[in-house]
Structure formats: structure tokens, C-alpha cells
């Protein structure tokens, strides 16, 4: 059994998964105190981690009807992320694994996002693209194996799309996390009553969203308050639009190049209804892994530990994380 930890956010996650992939728990606590604020504070996170961590890690004990007796290896995300709040999960990790001498394999949060579709009981095998698409990322890589060095082929220059959709949501008067409530006001809104920048004349496969938030804003100001409110719906559907063609149009562009035929999406963002619908229509294999292991969990991280080399007691004691998404992007 792989007991796993995921800690890189706001998110407090912990799961039990078997070493063929099912999974027995994935237990995902949301601080839910960050929505005052209009996005995570570092500090706030880092503590409530301190206070969730215990007890999700004895819930999914309990859901996969185990005891720490019962792990064979630890696995926590050691970066990218935010340092405190990685900080906890990894100290954590060590804790439960040292005194049963047991391994521990420290995965990087993409790779995690990758391996989302390495789980029972219907794995996406490689080799296929990949794109993750987050609060705090965007790329596309072309994964050749299960292993953590996927080839990048293209990521954002600036902000990530699940950013993007959570300052137009701030910008709308919507709150935090912005994606899901800008989703639901454009269900009520016309995608084409508004044309937004996609960058599609940015050559290659790399993102940018910096300039779409720009305009929305320019726009929201023209319109005034009060028509900005008669008109947000519109607003949010054409600008949500904007995000989605921008993430298809360099999904299409790899297609093409590559030549390959089979599609991974993850992230936070690939639980929105329009972009699974979008990519649906590109006529490849598409391969969609549940809401629940979309967002950050800590099924995919123990997913993605079946695939690196663990570190042995006690090595693994001086373990330290990283803040950027280097390490897995350089390869």
C-alpha cells in the first residue's frame, strides 16, 4: 500500500492507494477561508495545514480500512508549491514513515497531475500529450513514460489559466475560487457578445493570459457599473471562452506537430464543462480523469511515487522542498 500526502496549497490531502493503482482513499480538505481574501495567503494555509493534517490522515486510514502497519511506502510532494505549506506535508511524511524505517518518495506536483491518469481502474498509458492546466500552472508536455521527465513542449509566459479565470472572476465581483463561479454566471451568458485576445498570434506552443485579464479590465471600465452589471453574464461567458480557445488552440498546434493522437488533460481548470467539451471535439483519444483528481489530491501523488526511485531510511530525514516548477520543467 502507498500512503500519500499533498500539501502544496490550500488543499489538505491525503490517500491510500494500492501498488497496481486502485485507489482506496482520497481524502481533499478545502481551507475554505481563503474566499475573503480573493486568493490563498501563504501564512493562512501553511497553519490551517497544521490543523487539518492529523485528521485526514486518520480519516483515510480509516477509508481504506489500514493501519500505518499496513503502508509499504510514503509519498508527500516535495515542490512545486508553496513552502510553508509544503513544509507541513513533508515534515508530516517523514514522521509517519521514519519510525517504520519505512520509504519515501518525494514526487513533484505536475508529474502528480500527469499520473492522475495512471490510475485504476482505466489507465491512460503513454506515450500522449499531457496538458495541465491550474491555478499555478500551464503547460504541455509530451509524456513518453510513467516516469517524472516528460518532454515540455510549452507553457505560460506569464499568468497560469486558472489565475486568469480567478482575476476575471475578482474583476466580475464573483469570489474565490473564481473558476467555478465564473462557470456557472456564463451559463447565463453569450460567449460571442464579447471578442477577448486568445494570443493566437503568439507562435509556438507557450501561453499568455496576462493580456486577456487586461482586457477585460479595459472593458469593465467602459462599460461602467452599471451596465458591467447588466452585462456580466456576457462577460463571463466571452471571457471564459477566451481562456478555453487559448488552451485548444496550442492543444492543436502539438496535435499537429507531434502527430500524436491521444490527449491527457489535468489541473483545476480541466474540470470546467466548456473545455472538456472543446477538446472533445479535436477527434483524438481523450483521456479525462475525475473531477476529484483533477484538482489537487493526493491519489495522483501516490500514483506518480509507483514511478520514482524512493529514498531509504533515513535519507529521506534531510529532505527539503522547492517553491518553482523547475526541477520537472528543465528535463
Not at 510513467?146 to 510549452?154: A, Q
Request: net charge negative; with cysteine; proline share 7%.
Amino acid at each position: 500500500m502507498i500512503f500519500a500526502l499533498e500539501t502544496s496549497c490550500d488543499d489538505t490531502c491525503a490517500a491510500v492507494i494500492t501498488s497496481a493503482g486502485e485507489v482506496r482513499a482520497n481524502v481533499i480538505s478545502s481551507q475554505g477561508v481563503h474566499d475573503r481574501y480573493g486568493g490563498v495567503v501563504p501564512e493562512i494555509a501553511s497553519r490551517h495545514h497544521l490543523e487539518l493534517i492529523g485528521r485526514v490522515v486518520d480519516q483515510a486510514l480509516r477509508m481504506a480500512a489500514i493501519s500505518l502497519d499496513g503502508v509499504d511506502l510514503v509519498a508527500v510532494t516535495q515542490g512545486p508549491g508553496l513552502v510553508a505549506a509544503l513544509l507541513v506535508g513533508v515534515a508530516t511524511a517523514k514522521a509517519i514513515a521514519a519510525p517504520f524505517e519505512l520509504p519515501l518518495a518525494p514526487v513533484d506536483h505536475l508529474h502528480g497531475h500527469i499520473a492522475a491518469s495512471f490510475l485504476a481502474p482505466f489507465p491512460f498509458e503513454p506515450p500522449f500529450l499531457s496538458l495541465i492546466a491550474s491555478g499555478g500552472h500551464t503547460l504541455l508536455a509530451h509524456v513518453v513514460d510513467h516516469g517524472p521527465r516528460p518532454r515540455l513542449l510549452g507553457q505560460t509566459l506569464d499568468d497560469a489559466a486558472g489565475e486568469a479565470f480567478d482575476k476575471g472572476a475578482r474583476l466580475l465581483g464573483l469570489g474565490y475560487p473564481g473558476g467555478p463561479a465564473l462557470e456557472r454566471l456564463a451559463r447565463g451568458g453569450d460567449p460571442a457578445a464579447f471578442r477577448f485576445p486568445t494570443a493566437a498570434r503568439l507562435e509556438g506552443l507557450d501561453f499568455s493570459f496576462a493580456g486577456l485579464k487586461t482586457a477585460l479590465l479595459y472593458r469593465v471600465r467602459e462599460l461602467g457599473d452599471e451596465e458591467t452589471a447588466r452585462r456580466r453574464a456576457d462577460l463571463a461567458a466571452s471571457y471564459q471562452d477566451a481562456i478555453v480557445e487559448s488552451l485548444a488552440i496550442r492543444v492543436e498546434r502539438a496535435l499537429a506537430q507531434t502527430g500524436i493522437g491521444r490527449l491527457s488533460i489535468g489541473g483545476g481548470v480541466a474540470a470546467n464543462g466548456p473545455l472538456r467539451r472543446r477538446l472533445g471535439e479535436l477527434g483524438v483519444e481523450l483521456d479525462v480523469p475525475p473531477p476529484a483528481l483533477c484538482t489537487d489530491n493526493a491519489a495522483m501523488i501516490a500514483s506518480a511515487a509507483r514511478f520514482v526511485e524512493p529514498l531509504p531510511y533515513p535519507e529521506y530525514l534531510t529532505l527539503e522542498v522547492y517553491a518553482s516548477g523547475e526541477r520537472l520543467l528543465a528535463a
